[in-house]
């Protein structure tokens, strides 16, 4: 079953303020966070149209935000694994010299594929991006993403977070509206409900070691304690059976 969530077909038609755009095709991509113990996924849609060839629309899993990607022009060559977080450097998109911060650098591997989206990425193998902030010398400011693909040459586009509104003006139609959750939603569900389910074992091996020390009565072995007729062994184990290392498979 496809990861995808995006209301949107393969071979269907978009038609908007965008023009008519037709959907080739999906690629979803994933990175582990070291953290969170979590994959985080995000889906990157190509649409293709009379005058947009190279057009892509993205959800992120995370905040459940649509970003709309239009490619530019970007004189100088960039390479993403070169930057740093909070580097500054100068950047000539479009003719115009532009100040950029580099807000992100990190990698995704390809999870899955749908349709047939320009990309020469197979499944399992990754790309390389950078994020920017980037202000033009009026001061207004935007974002930027720079792509690197194995067998390609490195990609700008300019990334605009669209609203319901912003959807249904340029596509005629929402394809991902947010669910209403708390604002405390993280990337993955599934990173909290593991979150949750290693507090309740830490707490029940607590409570568990608690009543092991209390019916031993200070003076017999820690580890094990006796019945009439019947003998029993409390274990302190490591949380999911692991080697002692702490929590993780």
């Not at 095709?25 to 649409?47: H, I, N, P, S, T």
């Not at 960039?78 to 998109?93: C, D, F, S």
Request: hydrophobic share 35%; charged share 20%.
């Amino acid at each position: 079953m496809s990861g995808t969530r995006a209301n949107l077909q393969v071979g269907e038609m978009l038609q908007g303020g965008a023009g008519n755009l037709s959907v080739r095709g999906c690629l979803l991509f994933k990175e582990w966070d070291a953290q969170d113990r979590c994959f985080y996924y995000w889906e990157e849609w190509q649409l293709i149209g009379a005058s947009s060839a190279d057009t892509w629309v993205e959800l992120d899993h995370d905040p459940g935000e649509v970003l709309f990607y239009e490619p530019v022009h970007l004189q100088e060559t960039i390479e993403p694994w070169a930057l740093a977080v909070g580097q500054q450097l100068q950047l000539t998109i479009n003719g115009t010299v532009h100040h950029a911060l580099v807000e992100e650098v990190t990698t995704g591997t390809l999870e899955e594929v749908i349709g047939s989206p320009v990309c020469p990425l197979n499944i399992g193998e990754t790309m390389t991006y950078v994020e920017l902030r980037v202000t033009d010398p009026a001061g207004v400011t935007s974002r930027l993403t720079i792509d690197s693909h194995r067998f390609r040459d490195l990609l700008a586009y300019r990334k605009t977070t669209l609203s319901t509104a912003q959807q249904r003006q340029l596509f005629g139609r929402v394809i991902y509206s947010r669910s209403p959750v708390g604002s405390g939603a993280g990337r993955n569900i599934g990173c909290a409900l593991i979150g949750a389910i290693v507090s309740v074992v830490l707490v029940v091996g607590l409570f568990s070691s608690c009543s092991s020390s209390a019916r031993s009565g200070g003076s017999a072995d820690s580890t094990s304690t006796s019945d009439t007729g019947s003998s029993r062994t409390y274990r302190h184990r490591p949380v999911y059976g692991g080697g002692g290392g702490g929590v993780g498979k």
